[in-house]
């Protein structure tokens, strides 16, 4: 268990003020909430709610205001745990606690495990909520503009050609997507809930598939049979859904790869600063 002088002090200060705390709090954490994100389970005496810090925002730059009002929409739409509450500098948010399995740990089998990631797919693709529209290409640009250029040529050329493949896709093919659909984002029970909105726009279905079988390191067979599943759910003919999928996974693995070394970049630098403050 975390104690609380490992928070930062301002957010320390803005949670004892929260009315939620007021009569004291606990925090547990719970797995990490992505590569630089955390989370935590906070326990008052009444109630229990998840809290998740951001520390990847000089890597994300996400307008998380307008996160935190899609997020609410998808909740009242059935598919999001209820946000309860974003941070004066949205540095974290609290969100209510759901207990459930995720897909992770369920104990599912592979194939009714596809399954159900189709059937979320499916769901998310068929929200009506307004919402940011997905420049991938302008996105690949804010994490190349974090690394040194003469180390990332075969990244900043990559970016360039795949960035025709993204602007050419037919726009009847924008939906509502996730972006980030991991097993450990989907719950085990009916009806479902999926987490972590923080990646959610309108953007391309295709992509937000390949990023699912990407996140989820998904072997040839597990590809297969999640198509084959988002198929009977959506209408789309196999052929042309696994065409259109394997056209964006470079596209997923070129963003995938950008990021982390972003991140990568960004946490050194963080760590050198921190460093000549200590020293």
């Given at each position: 268990?975390?104690?609380?002088?490992q928070?930062?002090?301002?957010?320390?200060a803005?949670?004892?003020?929260?009315e939620?705390?007021r009569?004291?709090?606990?925090?547990?954490?719970?797995?990490?909430?992505?590569?630089?994100n955390?989370s935590f389970?906070?326990?008052?005496?009444?109630?229990?709610f998840f809290?998740k810090?951001?520390?990847?925002d000089q890597?994300?730059?996400?307008?998380r205001?307008?996160?935190?009002?899609?997020q609410k929409?998808?909740?009242?739409?059935g598919?999001?745990?209820e946000?309860?509450?974003?941070?004066n500098?949205?540095?974290?948010?609290?969100d209510?606690?759901?207990q459930?399995q995720?897909l992770e740990?369920s104990?599912?089998?592979?194939?009714q495990?596809?399954?159900q990631l189709?059937?979320?797919?499916?769901?998310i693709h068929?929200?009506?909520i307004?919402g940011?529209l997905?420049d991938l290409?302008?996105?690949w640009?804010?994490?190349l503009?974090?690394?040194?250029k003469?180390k990332?040529?075969?990244e900043?050329?990559?970016?360039?050609n795949?960035?025709?493949i993204?602007y050419?896709?037919?726009?009847?093919?924008?939906?509502?997507?996730h972006?980030d659909?991991?097993?450990?984002h989907v719950?085990?029970?009916?009806?479902?809930?999926?987490?972590d909105?923080?990646?959610?726009?309108?953007?391309n279905?295709?992509?937000?598939?390949a990023?699912?079988?990407?996140v989820?390191q998904m072997?040839?067979h597990q590809?297969?049979n999640?198509?084959?599943h988002?198929?009977?759910l959506?209408?789309?003919?196999?052929?042309?859904?696994?065409?259109?999928?394997?056209?964006?996974l470079?596209?997923?693995?070129?963003?995938?790869h950008?990021?982390?070394?972003?991140?990568d970049a960004v946490?050194?630098l963080q760590?050198?600063?921190?460093d000549?403050?200590?020293?």
């Amino acid at each position: 268990m975390p104690h609380r002088h490992q928070l930062k002090l301002a957010l320390l200060a803005e949670l004892v003020e929260l009315e939620q705390c007021r009569q004291g709090f606990s925090l547990e954490h719970v797995q990490k909430g992505g590569a630089v994100n955390s989370s935590f389970l906070l326990t008052t005496p009444t109630q229990c709610f998840f809290m998740k810090t951001f520390e990847s925002d000089q890597v994300n730059q996400l307008n998380r205001q307008e996160l935190f009002g899609i997020q609410k929409v998808i909740w009242q739409q059935g598919l999001a745990c209820e946000p309860i509450y974003l941070s004066n500098a949205h540095s974290f948010q609290l969100d209510a606690w759901v207990q459930s399995q995720t897909l992770e740990n369920s104990k599912l089998g592979e194939e009714q495990k596809n399954i159900q990631l189709a059937n979320a797919l499916s769901q998310i693709h068929g929200l009506q909520i307004d919402g940011p529209l997905l420049d991938l290409p302008r996105q690949w640009a804010s994490y190349l503009k974090l690394l040194p250029k003469s180390k990332f040529i075969k990244e900043y050329t990559l970016a360039q050609n795949l960035a025709d493949i993204w602007y050419q896709a037919p726009k009847n093919d924008l939906v509502f997507c996730h972006n980030d659909l991991s097993l450990q984002h989907v719950t085990v029970q009916t009806p479902l809930t999926i987490f972590d909105w923080e990646y959610c726009a309108y953007s391309n279905r295709y992509f937000d598939i390949a990023a699912c079988i990407e996140v989820n390191q998904m072997n040839r067979h597990q590809q297969e049979n999640l198509l084959i599943h988002y198929a009977k759910l959506s209408n789309v003919a196999l052929d042309i859904l696994t065409k259109n999928v394997n056209n964006m996974l470079p596209l997923v693995n070129l963003t995938s790869h950008l990021w982390y070394c972003a991140a990568d970049a960004v946490g050194k630098l963080q760590s050198r600063s921190v460093d000549k403050i200590s020293g």
